[in-house]
């Protein structure tokens, strides 16, 4: 099987790499399961760190170009692709700073993978990812569920909505077999923070157990949905394998999350450190950031994604954990 992984160099593309790598084989439909003979990990630029176990693997090509370049992602599908992630975006705040090119690459971009995907006329499995950013707006409840209106209020959000509805259709005409993974904020991304409205969200973790103090941009009582990296993979591995029967018309699927608060967070942090030096919660807030984040929804009714075996943490308490493991003590 081989598989294309886009923002491949990205923090979650390398991790889903590496899990692949680490299974070996993957059984789509609940069939034979077929084993990983190639992934090829498409960024801009190659990363600055490699996950552990991927820049020399055998099994491992990386890609260097622009997914909005057209002739670029024809190149990917040179030779035959049997599943593709297409995690490539333009994140939040950066696609508010920038419209034109949010749109040419979350949006032309987009059109780019699925059409060469559709291109090979193998039916080919495709795991978009999109984010509850796809959902705002005046009337949008406080618990949001894969039924709910999406009403995005950021360019990213409506980028975002927009690739389920492809995924949608083309999987309708049957151009590919698609679906689409919904995630909540992701925690807790290691390295530098990025240009997304929530990366402050894993530097609430991150910069406090290194010892350095953290700038809380929004109000502590804030409610955010959150989800660990390991259950984020794990989920996006698990919707791949799913049969399209169990997803009916409605491929978009979202990840079911911890419902919590900034406090709760930070609160974490304190009860998992492991009697660390912490670093300092400082609330200084940013009204840009608030804005853009208090539109998303408050809380994610995930109860349809866990009736199909996709995983959620236990308590906050865990991710921080396996993030010391991960990251820290190793």
Same mark, same amino acid.
């Given at each position: 099987? %081989?598989?294309?992984?886009?923002?491949?160099?990205?923090?979650?593309?390398?991790?889903?790499?590496?899990?692949?790598?680490?299974?070996?084989?993957?059984?789509? &439909?609940?069939?034979?399961?077929?084993?990983?003979?190639?992934?090829?990990?498409?960024?801009?630029?190659?990363?600055?760190?490699?996950?552990?176990?991927? #820049?020399?693997?055998?099994?491992?090509?990386?890609?260097?170009?622009?997914?909005? &370049?057209?002739?670029?992602?024809?190149?990917?599908?040179?030779?035959?692709?049997?599943?593709?992630?297409?995690?490539?975006?333009?994140?939040?705040?950066?696609?508010?700073?920038?419209?034109?090119?949010?749109? %040419?690459?979350?949006?032309?971009?987009?059109?780019?993978?699925?059409?060469?995907?559709?291109?090979?006329?193998?039916?080919?499995?495709?795991?978009?990812?999109?984010?509850?950013?796809?959902?705002?707006? &005046?009337?949008?409840?406080?618990?949001?569920?894969?039924?709910?209106?999406?009403?995005?209020?950021t360019t990213y959000g409506t980028t975002k909505t927009i690739g389920e509805l492809l995924i949608n259709d083309y999987s309708r005409k049957g151009f590919l077999d698609g679906r689409t993974a919904r995630l909540p904020t992701v925690i807790i991304r290691p390295g530098k923070p990025n240009k997304a409205a929530s990366s402050f969200v894993s530097g609430l973790f991150r910069e406090p157990l290194n010892g350095e103090d953290c700038v809380v941009p929004v109000d502590p009582a804030m409610p955010m949905a959150v989800l660990g990296y390991r259950s984020i993979v794990d989920g996006i591995i698990r919707?791949?394998?799913?049969?399209?029967?169990?997803?009916?018309?409605?491929?978009?699927?979202?990840?079911?999350?911890?419902?919590?608060?900034?406090?709760?967070?930070?609160?974490?942090?304190?009860?998992?450190?492991?009697?660390?030096?912490?670093? #300092?919660?400082?609330?200084?807030?940013?009204?840009?950031?608030? %804005?853009?984040?208090?539109?998303?929804?408050?809380?994610?009714?995930?109860? %349809?994604?866990?009736?199909?075996?996709?995983?959620?943490?236990?308590?906050?308490?865990?991710?921080?954990?396996?993030?010391?493991? &991960?990251?820290?003590?190793?």
């Amino acid at each position: 099987m %081989r598989i294309l992984i886009t923002g491949g160099a990205g923090f979650l593309g390398q991790r889903l790499a590496a899990a692949l790598l680490q299974r070996g084989e993957l059984s789509l &439909d609940d069939k034979t399961a077929s084993p990983v003979s190639s992934i090829v990990l498409s960024d801009l630029q190659e990363p600055p760190r490699w996950h552990a176990g991927l #820049k020399d693997n055998p099994l491992v090509q990386f890609g260097t170009g622009d997914i909005a &370049d057209g002739h670029y992602v024809q190149s990917l599908f040179k030779d035959k692709v049997h599943l593709v992630f297409h995690l490539a975006s333009i994140v939040s705040s950066h696609g508010e700073q920038d419209f034109d090119l949010a749109l %040419r690459v979350n949006l032309d971009g987009t059109r780019h993978v699925f059409d060469n995907a559709r291109s090979q006329n193998n039916n080919t499995r495709m795991v978009f990812t999109s984010s509850l950013a796809a959902f705002g707006g &005046d009337h949008m409840p406080s618990t949001i569920n894969d039924h709910t209106k999406q009403t995005a209020t950021t360019t990213y959000g409506t980028t975002k909505t927009i690739g389920e509805l492809l995924i949608n259709d083309y999987s309708r005409k049957g151009f590919l077999d698609g679906r689409t993974a919904r995630l909540p904020t992701v925690i807790i991304r290691p390295g530098k923070p990025n240009k997304a409205a929530s990366s402050f969200v894993s530097g609430l973790f991150r910069e406090p157990l290194n010892g350095e103090d953290c700038v809380v941009p929004v109000d502590p009582a804030m409610p955010m949905a959150v989800l660990g990296y390991r259950s984020i993979v794990d989920g996006i591995i698990r919707l791949a394998e799913l049969p399209a029967s169990s997803l009916g018309s409605e491929r978009a699927l979202g990840l079911p999350a911890l419902n919590v608060t900034v406090q709760d967070l930070m609160n974490a942090v304190a009860n998992a450190g492991h009697g660390r030096a912490l670093g #300092k919660h400082i609330i200084k807030y940013d009204d840009n950031i608030a %804005r853009i984040v208090g539109s998303w929804p408050q809380a994610i009714d995930g109860s %349809r994604a866990l009736s199909l075996g996709l995983p959620v943490e236990n308590q906050l308490e865990d991710i921080v954990e396996y993030y010391i493991a &991960d990251y820290l003590t190793n």
